[in-house]
């Protein structure tokens, strides 16, 4: 078979799909490459991962003789047979991205269940785990771990500790749930290597058990420069401007370093995509600490 594939999203953060799509047929002795508009196509895999607010869909190629869509922009329905799924990916789709680079899956599912968020309703309302990380990672410098909320997966403290034991520098791109922060994971993230490490504070009604969590880290946690210990705060979400300011000011006030997030950002209030430019421009930031003194000709 000839195969084609098309990241719909673009190239700028790699396609784990298209990536083990692409290993998976090698391993058959299929011909890969990316689609372009000569030639014939056997098959075309064509992957969103983003809805069209955000990725616009591209035409169906006219060269193919078979087109499958996957991702979550085209739908939760989809899924990767297993033996694509646990296969070691093909990084050499976008060797710019992966050079010494890992990216992949330990645990999938969250139990929150969040209302803005699609993983309940594309994987499931509980954490459970997946894969080992000699799944996908052979010794690269760097790991991008992409689970939805790996300290909600029973098997966490053990996935926490391949990755210490991995030796390599993990970032933890969707963050750690501050609400189930203890101890013993703390003392497991301890021991991994991590550049930053990030949190979330979402809605009001979560504030007691995020600043229980955040303060434990805070007493237990390794990582105790503010720059190196991000928090995303929702906004354009169910809460007032000044319920945006009280978080961002006690994060900062705890030693958290706060990033303001917004819902829907085309459709934001003026004065959320403010708050946005202030707080998450350090240099603004450091320089006016009150938003309300805040001139947006500063920047």
């Not at 090698?26 to 490459?33: C, L, R």
């Not at 990380?133 to 966490?156: F, Y």
């Not at 500790?161 to 501050?178: C, E, F, Y």
Request: hydrophobic share 35%; with cysteine; net charge negative.
């Amino acid at each position: 078979m000839k195969v084609g594939l098309i990241d719909v999203d673009g190239h700028h953060f790699p396609n784990l799909a298209l990536m083990k799509l692409s290993a998976w047929h090698k391993s058959q002795g299929d011909i890969v490459e990316w689609w372009w508009g000569w030639g014939q196509y056997d098959r075309v895999y064509m992957s969103k991962v983003f809805d069209d607010t955000y990725t616009p869909d591209i035409p169906e190629p006219v060269n193919a003789a078979e087109i499958v869509k996957g991702g979550t922009g085209y739908g939760m329905d989809n899924r990767l047979p297993d033996e694509v799924e646990h296969i070691y990916p093909d990084y050499s789709l976008y060797p710019e991205l992966t050079k010494e680079t890992a990216y992949g899956f330990l645990s999938r599912g969250c139990p929150r269940g969040c209302p803005f968020c699609i993983v309940a309703d594309k994987e499931g309302r509980k954490s459970v785990k997946v894969a080992d990380l000699s799944e996908w990672w052979r010794g690269q410098k760097n790991i991008v771990l992409m689970d939805p909320n790996t300290l909600a997966c029973p098997d966490h403290i053990d996935l926490l500790g391949q990755l210490a034991d991995s030796g390599a520098w993990v970032d933890i791109n969707q963050g750690a749930d501050a609400r189930l922060l203890a101890e013993d994971n703390i003392a497991a993230l301890n021991r991994v290597k991590l550049k930053t490490i990030h949190f979330a504070w979402d809605m009001m009604e979560q504030s007691e058990a995020v600043l229980r969590g955040l303060e434990l880290y805070a007493k237990h946690g390794t990582i105790q420069d503010h720059r190196r210990r991000l928090v995303y705060v929702l906004t354009n979400y169910g809460t007032t401007m000044e319920e945006n300011l009280y978080r961002i000011y006690t994060l900062r006030d705890m030693g958290y370093d706060p990033y303001v997030m917004i819902y829907d950002k085309p459709n934001a209030p003026r004065e959320v995509r403010l708050l946005q430019r202030w707080c998450n421009n350090r240099v603004i930031f450091k320089a006016e600490p009150d938003f309300l003194r805040y001139d947006p000709q500063m920047g």
